[in-house]
């Protein structure tokens, strides 16, 4: 779909696009709100987008302010929870016409999650804008990675926007082993990577991780004064359930527990900061989660009151831990595992092992000398695709 503009309009929009972002020379600019860098790369393209409710300049979308500049845009692909960001975590999501631009949505968290020559057809590029939160099992990545490799088949560019990680200022948890490999854990890699989505990409292509080592041809869009020292406020919640910073600093630590019964607050106004069960040995803090409707539609124990912990005192500072599991797992004294879906805690933490150190009683000193070798070599590998100023 692409709109005439006047050149007039043109100036004004970019005029007001800059003051909106207006840098100091010290201030960073997101990837997406540097025009400058990316427009003469799809000027007379055709384009599609790989974007979210996060994807936006200012407060405008950035499907509207493309669009608005005469970018030729084909196409809109979507992650797991949408276009809108209103779909919850884990549901499918059909394609469509999005009734405010009439161009077709295809869903990359539907039957089919790699696009298809079909879906590519006729594309020179694909933008990617998406907020990432910095962790392996965050679908983003997995989305990316095969967007990435059928654009490599497809010899369509990929240009990504590159945004700031919440959680960039660490890295901790085991590097996955590949026999788990899977749509919440597609490389090996720590748990808590920090690299930025560009980052990413760079080391998928440059370690040949794509489908038969194949590399797209990629393009990043740097993030202006990127600083991994400081702890990224992310303006727009990046999914339904990660509501604010410090659920985005708990989640690595929290997700764990959905591989057992225990609920992390969804169906409440508080996810990945509260932990509970029906069973008042867990702690003395009540909730009772609730279906909400793009949130949690059926929540693990539904309309029954939990008993756990409150995080909310906790600081946005949190680094990675398994105290809350660890904790939560010798307060177990029900006749069923405590890990009740152990192939979905392997996916998650990347391999077998943590789930046997949890349930022999290990420490999280001792749980975690065992991934000191791999973080290692991890640490060496990472530092080759940086971009930015490192924390360490």
Wanted: net charge positive; hydrophobic share 35%; glycine share 8%.
């Amino acid at each position: 779909m692409k709109l005439k503009f006047p050149i007039g309009l043109f100036v004004l929009l970019m005029s007001l696009t800059m003051n909106a972002c207006a840098q100091k020379q010290s201030e960073m600019a997101l990837g997406n709100s540097r025009l400058s860098e990316y427009l003469p790369l799809i000027k007379e393209k055709r384009v599609g987008l790989l974007v979210n409710h996060t994807s936006v300049i200012g407060s405008t979308h950035l499907v509207d302010s493309l669009l608005s500049l005469g970018v030729n845009i084909k196409r809109i692909f979507t992650p797991e929870h949408g276009f809108r960001g209103d779909a919850d975590a884990g549901e499918k999501i059909a394609g469509y016409v999005d009734p405010k631009t009439g161009l077709e949505v295809i869903s990359l968290y539907a039957n089919t999650k790699k696009p298809t020559p079909q879906n590519l057809n006729g594309l020179d590029c694909v933008i990617i804008d998406l907020q990432d939160v910095g962790v392996r099992f965050y679908t983003y990545n997995s989305t990316m990675h095969y967007l990435m490799e059928a654009c490599a088949e497809n010899k369509v560019t990929v240009i990504i926007l590159d945004r700031p990680n919440p959680n960039g200022n660490y890295i901790d948890g085991p590097v996955l082993d590949l026999k788990f490999k899977s749509f919440v854990g597609m490389h090996p890699i720590p748990i808590v990577h920090a690299l930025t989505m560009g980052e990413l990409a760079l080391m998928i292509n440059g370690e040949g991780w794509l489908k038969n080592g194949i590399k797209c041809q990629l393009k990043v869009i740097q993030v202006k004064n990127n600083n991994r020292k400081t702890i990224y406020p992310i303006p727009i919640k990046p999914s339904p359930n990660l509501p604010n910073i410090l659920s985005i600093r708990l989640y690595p630590s929290l997700c764990l527990f959905e591989g057992t019964d225990i609920s992390v607050g969804r169906g409440t106004n508080k996810p990945f900061c509260i932990v509970g069960y029906p069973d008042k040995q867990f702690g003395t803090y009540e909730f009772t989660p609730i279906s909400l409707t793009g949130m949690s539609k059926n929540p693990p124990h539904q309309n029954k009151t939990c008993y756990g912990i409150n995080l909310q005192n906790e600081s946005i500072k949190s680094q990675f831990t398994l105290k809350y599991i660890l904790e939560f797992e010798k307060k177990w004294n029900r006749p069923e595992p405590f890990i009740t879906n152990s192939k979905f805690f392997s996916m998650l933490a990347g391999n077998d092992l943590l789930q046997a150190q949890i349930k022999n009683g290990l420490t999280e000193d001792s749980i975690k000398q065992t991934w000191a070798t791999d973080l290692k070599h991890y640490r060496a590998l990472r530092k080759k695709y940086l971009i930015y100023p490192d924390f360490e």
